[in-house]
C-alpha cells in the first residue's frame, strides 16, 4: 500500500503531465489559427493603400473601368489592366470605398465569404502580373 505522499506525488505528477499537455493543445490550436498572408499579396494591399491619395479620392464609381489611370505605380497600372470588370468593382469598393466584404456581398448578391476569396484571388492575379514584369 502507497502512503499519503506516494499518493500525493503521483497525483501532483498527473496534474502537472496533464497541464502541460492541455497548454500545448492550447498552443498548437492557436498557430492553426493563425492565417499566413502570402507576402506578394501583403505588398500589393500595401500598395494598394500607398497609393496617391489625390488620385484614388477623384475616382467615382464609373472609372472603375479603368482604375489603372488612377494609379501612379506603373507596374501596377499594368497588372490592374488585367483584372476583369468584377475584380476591379471588388477592390474599388474595399480600398477606396472601404467597404466591408459583407457591404460588398449585398452590392454583388453574394456572401461575404465568396468576396473575400474573389479578393484574394484578384491580388494573387495582381501580385503574379506585378512580379513577373
Known sequence: MKTEIEVTKIF???VRSALIRRSFQLYREQLNQI???PYD????EKLMKSETPQLLERMSFNDIWHMEDFVDNDQLSIALSELNI????????????NASDYQIGELLGVSGQTISQQRRYALSILADRYFSS
Open 12 to 14: 501532483v505528477y498527473y
Open 35 to 37: 492565417e499566413a498572408i
Open 41 to 44: 499579396t501583403w505588398l500589393i
Open 86 to 97: 468584377r475584380q476591379k468593382f471588388i477592390l474599388y469598393w474595399k480600398f477606396v470605398e
